[in-house]
Protein backbone atom coordinates (compact mmCIF):
# COMPACT_ATOMS: atom_id res chain seq x y z
CA UNK A 1 0.00 0.00 0.00
CA UNK A 2 1.37 3.22 -1.11
CA UNK A 3 1.65 6.15 1.57
CA UNK A 4 0.35 9.32 1.53
CA UNK A 5 3.03 11.30 2.87
CA UNK A 6 5.93 12.23 0.45
CA UNK A 7 9.34 10.55 1.25
CA UNK A 8 11.54 12.98 1.44
CA UNK A 9 13.70 11.89 -2.00
CA UNK A 10 10.13 12.80 -3.97
CA UNK A 11 9.89 16.29 -2.42
CA UNK A 12 8.54 18.47 -5.14
CA UNK A 13 7.11 15.99 -7.40
CA UNK A 14 3.65 15.98 -8.08
CA UNK A 15 2.24 12.53 -7.59
CA UNK A 16 -0.70 11.22 -10.11
CA UNK A 17 -2.37 8.84 -11.84
CA UNK A 18 -2.40 7.40 -15.60
CA UNK A 19 -4.92 4.76 -16.90
CA UNK A 20 -4.86 3.01 -20.25
CA UNK A 21 -7.68 1.94 -22.45
CA UNK A 22 -8.17 -1.24 -20.71
CA UNK A 23 -8.59 0.52 -17.30
CA UNK A 24 -5.11 -0.22 -15.71
CA UNK A 25 -4.19 2.60 -13.57
CA UNK A 26 -0.41 2.87 -11.96
CA UNK A 27 0.77 5.86 -9.97
CA UNK A 28 2.96 8.49 -11.62
CA UNK A 29 5.45 11.07 -10.03
CA UNK A 30 5.98 13.99 -12.20
CA UNK A 31 8.57 17.46 -12.29
CA UNK A 32 9.77 19.99 -14.89
CA UNK A 33 9.24 21.29 -17.95
CA UNK A 34 10.59 20.80 -21.43
CA UNK A 35 10.20 17.71 -23.74
CA UNK A 36 8.89 14.49 -22.02
CA UNK A 37 10.77 11.50 -20.94
CA UNK A 38 9.39 8.68 -19.17
CA UNK A 39 12.02 7.25 -16.31
CA UNK A 40 10.81 3.29 -15.51
CA UNK A 41 12.86 2.66 -12.37
CA UNK A 42 14.50 -0.75 -11.69
CA UNK A 43 14.52 -3.35 -8.73
CA UNK A 44 13.54 -2.14 -5.85
CA UNK A 45 11.84 0.93 -7.04
CA UNK A 46 12.02 4.43 -7.14
CA UNK A 47 15.10 4.47 -4.68
CA UNK A 48 16.63 7.95 -3.53
CA UNK A 49 19.30 7.05 -5.96
CA UNK A 50 16.48 6.63 -8.78
CA UNK A 51 15.02 9.88 -7.59
CA UNK A 52 17.95 11.69 -8.10
CA UNK A 53 18.81 10.49 -11.59
CA UNK A 54 15.38 11.71 -12.80
CA UNK A 55 16.28 14.98 -10.97
CA UNK A 56 19.10 15.18 -13.20
CA UNK A 57 17.18 15.15 -16.14
CA UNK A 58 14.61 17.58 -15.02
CA UNK A 59 17.20 20.06 -14.64
CA UNK A 60 18.57 19.34 -18.31
CA UNK A 61 15.42 20.93 -19.22
CA UNK A 62 13.13 17.91 -19.04
CA UNK A 63 9.33 17.14 -18.12
CA UNK A 64 9.99 13.71 -16.17
CA UNK A 65 7.55 11.07 -15.58
CA UNK A 66 7.99 8.19 -13.26
CA UNK A 67 5.44 5.63 -13.16
CA UNK A 68 5.29 3.48 -9.86
CA UNK A 69 5.34 -0.49 -11.17
CA UNK A 70 6.42 -1.89 -7.83
CA UNK A 71 8.04 -1.41 -4.10
CA UNK A 72 8.05 1.14 -1.82
CA UNK A 73 8.26 4.82 -3.44
CA UNK A 74 11.11 7.08 -1.54
CA UNK A 75 12.41 3.60 0.13
CA UNK A 76 15.96 3.04 0.12
CA UNK A 77 18.07 0.17 -1.51
CA UNK A 78 18.06 -2.70 1.39
CA UNK A 79 17.62 -6.72 1.53
CA UNK A 80 14.08 -6.38 2.21
CA UNK A 81 13.02 -3.58 -0.02
CA UNK A 82 14.43 -6.14 -2.95
CA UNK A 83 12.55 -8.80 -1.79
CA UNK A 84 9.48 -6.66 -1.09
CA UNK A 85 9.80 -5.69 -4.91
CA UNK A 86 10.64 -9.34 -5.89
CA UNK A 87 7.39 -11.23 -5.08
CA UNK A 88 4.98 -8.39 -6.41
CA UNK A 89 6.81 -8.64 -9.56
CA UNK A 90 6.85 -12.21 -9.43
CA UNK A 91 2.97 -12.79 -9.02
CA UNK A 92 2.38 -9.91 -11.24
CA UNK A 93 0.90 -10.86 -14.53
CA UNK A 94 2.23 -7.72 -16.17
CA UNK A 95 5.81 -8.19 -15.93
CA UNK A 96 6.95 -11.55 -17.92
CA UNK A 97 10.54 -13.31 -16.08
CA UNK A 98 11.74 -16.15 -17.86
CA UNK A 99 9.36 -16.26 -21.06
CA UNK A 100 11.47 -15.89 -23.99
CA UNK A 101 10.42 -14.33 -27.15
CA UNK A 102 7.52 -11.99 -25.08
CA UNK A 103 6.71 -8.32 -24.75
CA UNK A 104 6.66 -7.67 -21.56
CA UNK A 105 2.41 -6.70 -21.20
CA UNK A 106 3.00 -3.50 -18.89
CA UNK A 107 4.14 -2.26 -22.31
CA UNK A 108 1.19 -1.62 -23.30
CA UNK A 109 0.13 0.90 -20.31
CA UNK A 110 3.45 2.16 -20.83
CA UNK A 111 3.05 3.28 -24.65
CA UNK A 112 -0.05 4.81 -23.52
CA UNK A 113 1.20 6.84 -20.91
CA UNK A 114 3.98 7.93 -23.08
CA UNK A 115 1.15 8.73 -26.31
CA UNK A 116 -0.52 11.02 -23.58
CA UNK A 117 2.75 12.66 -22.38
CA UNK A 118 3.66 13.30 -26.23
CA UNK A 119 0.01 14.27 -27.03
CA UNK A 120 0.20 17.27 -24.34
CA UNK A 121 3.90 18.59 -25.01
CA UNK A 122 4.32 18.18 -28.70
CA UNK A 123 7.60 17.79 -30.32
CA UNK A 124 9.65 15.36 -31.87
CA UNK A 125 8.20 12.57 -29.36
CA UNK A 126 9.02 11.42 -25.69
CA UNK A 127 12.36 9.71 -24.32
CA UNK A 128 12.12 6.42 -22.54
CA UNK A 129 14.28 5.00 -20.40
CA UNK A 130 14.23 1.52 -18.36
CA UNK A 131 16.67 0.40 -16.12
CA UNK A 132 17.80 -3.12 -14.72
CA UNK A 133 14.57 -5.40 -14.57
CA UNK A 134 12.55 -2.31 -16.66
CA UNK A 135 15.20 -1.92 -18.78
CA UNK A 136 14.09 -3.16 -22.33
CA UNK A 137 10.51 -1.94 -21.38
CA UNK A 138 11.94 1.32 -23.01
CA UNK A 139 12.95 -0.84 -26.15
CA UNK A 140 8.93 -2.61 -25.85
CA UNK A 141 7.72 1.64 -25.86
CA UNK A 142 9.53 2.11 -29.22
CA UNK A 143 6.68 -0.04 -30.60
CA UNK A 144 4.57 3.25 -30.73
CA UNK A 145 5.61 6.44 -32.63
CA UNK A 146 5.46 8.81 -29.63
CA UNK A 147 9.03 7.74 -28.26
CA UNK A 148 11.36 9.10 -30.51
CA UNK A 149 14.13 8.23 -27.55
CA UNK A 150 14.76 4.63 -26.20
CA UNK A 151 17.48 4.18 -23.14
CA UNK A 152 18.43 1.03 -21.82
CA UNK A 153 20.27 0.84 -19.07
CA UNK A 154 21.19 -3.26 -17.96
CA UNK A 155 18.24 -4.82 -19.22
CA UNK A 156 18.35 -7.89 -17.11
CA UNK A 157 14.83 -9.30 -18.21
CA UNK A 158 13.92 -11.90 -19.22
CA UNK A 159 16.60 -13.28 -16.08
CA UNK A 160 19.45 -14.55 -18.10
CA UNK A 161 19.05 -17.93 -17.33
CA UNK A 162 20.74 -20.01 -19.71
CA UNK A 163 22.06 -18.70 -23.10
CA UNK A 164 18.66 -18.13 -24.94
CA UNK A 165 17.04 -16.09 -22.08
CA UNK A 166 20.88 -14.03 -22.25
CA UNK A 167 20.44 -13.03 -25.29
CA UNK A 168 16.32 -12.09 -25.70
CA UNK A 169 15.00 -8.44 -26.07
CA UNK A 170 11.87 -9.37 -23.94
CA UNK A 171 10.06 -8.62 -27.14
CA UNK A 172 7.40 -10.74 -29.40
CA UNK A 173 8.78 -11.47 -33.27
CA UNK A 174 5.98 -8.66 -33.92
CA UNK A 175 7.35 -5.97 -31.86
CA UNK A 176 10.40 -6.71 -32.70
CA UNK A 177 9.71 -6.22 -36.58
CA UNK A 178 8.21 -2.88 -35.42
CA UNK A 179 11.51 -1.88 -33.42
CA UNK A 180 13.73 -2.80 -36.44
CA UNK A 181 11.21 -0.95 -39.12
CA UNK A 182 11.82 2.56 -36.44
CA UNK A 183 15.45 1.66 -35.93
CA UNK A 184 15.69 1.41 -39.67
CA UNK A 185 13.91 4.58 -40.43
CA UNK A 186 16.08 6.56 -38.05
CA UNK A 187 14.89 6.08 -34.26
CA UNK A 188 18.33 5.33 -32.26
CA UNK A 189 18.16 2.74 -29.50
CA UNK A 190 20.57 3.92 -26.93
CA UNK A 191 22.12 1.22 -24.89
CA UNK A 192 23.94 1.42 -21.62
CA UNK A 193 25.53 -1.23 -19.51
CA UNK A 194 28.92 -2.30 -17.68
CA UNK A 195 30.95 -4.26 -19.73
CA UNK A 196 31.15 -7.09 -17.53
CA UNK A 197 27.90 -7.38 -15.95
CA UNK A 198 26.83 -10.62 -16.05
CA UNK A 199 22.82 -9.61 -15.29
CA UNK A 200 22.71 -8.18 -19.05
CA UNK A 201 23.77 -11.38 -20.77
CA UNK A 202 24.45 -11.13 -24.14
CA UNK A 203 21.13 -9.01 -25.13
CA UNK A 204 24.13 -5.94 -26.75
CA UNK A 205 25.19 -8.46 -29.07
CA UNK A 206 21.34 -9.05 -30.20
CA UNK A 207 20.76 -5.80 -30.55
CA UNK A 208 24.07 -5.13 -32.75
CA UNK A 209 22.79 -7.93 -34.73
CA UNK A 210 19.27 -6.79 -35.05
CA UNK A 211 19.52 -2.74 -35.57
CA UNK A 212 23.07 -2.82 -36.74
CA UNK A 213 24.56 0.99 -36.55
CA UNK A 214 20.74 2.07 -35.18
CA UNK A 215 21.84 0.76 -32.24
CA UNK A 216 23.75 3.17 -30.03
CA UNK A 217 26.12 0.70 -27.99
CA UNK A 218 28.06 2.09 -24.42
CA UNK A 219 30.03 -0.70 -22.51
CA UNK A 220 31.29 0.50 -19.51
CA UNK A 221 34.82 -0.20 -18.21
CA UNK A 222 34.73 -2.54 -14.77
CA UNK A 223 32.01 -4.34 -12.73
CA UNK A 224 29.15 -2.94 -11.62
CA UNK A 225 25.48 -2.72 -12.77
CA UNK A 226 23.38 0.19 -12.53
CA UNK A 227 24.86 2.26 -15.04
CA UNK A 228 23.01 6.22 -13.59
CA UNK A 229 21.74 5.00 -10.30
CA UNK A 230 23.83 2.80 -7.31
CA UNK A 231 27.05 2.66 -9.81
CA UNK A 232 26.10 5.95 -11.23
CA UNK A 233 28.70 6.67 -13.90
CA UNK A 234 28.78 10.73 -15.43
CA UNK A 235 30.02 9.67 -18.90
CA UNK A 236 26.54 7.66 -18.76
CA UNK A 237 24.98 10.19 -17.82
CA UNK A 238 26.09 12.90 -19.74
CA UNK A 239 25.42 10.00 -23.01
CA UNK A 240 22.18 9.92 -22.11
CA UNK A 241 21.15 13.47 -21.52
CA UNK A 242 22.82 14.63 -25.09
CA UNK A 243 20.54 11.69 -26.46
CA UNK A 244 17.79 13.31 -25.18
CA UNK A 245 18.82 16.50 -26.53
CA UNK A 246 19.72 15.19 -29.82
CA UNK A 247 16.20 13.25 -29.95
CA UNK A 248 13.48 15.30 -28.37
CA UNK A 249 14.12 19.13 -29.25
CA UNK A 250 12.85 20.56 -32.20
Known sequence: MTSTATPPAL???????????????HPTYRRGSGPGVVVIHEIPGI??????????????????????LF??????????????AFRQVCVSREFTKLATGETTPVAGWLRSLARTLHAELGGPGVGALGMCFTGGFALAMMVDDSVAAPVLC?????FPVGKARAADLN?????????????????????????KDPATGT?????????????????????????VTM??????????????????RD
Open 11 to 25: EGWTLGDHTDDEGTT
Open 47 to 68: TPQVAAFAQEVVDAGFTVVMPH
Open 71 to 84: GTPGRGMSPAHVAQ
Open 154 to 158: QPSAP
Open 171 to 195: LSPDDLATVKRRAAGGCSVLGLQFA
Open 203 to 227: RFDTLDRELGEAFLRVDLPGVGHST
Open 231 to 248: QRQQVAVDRVLGFFGEKL
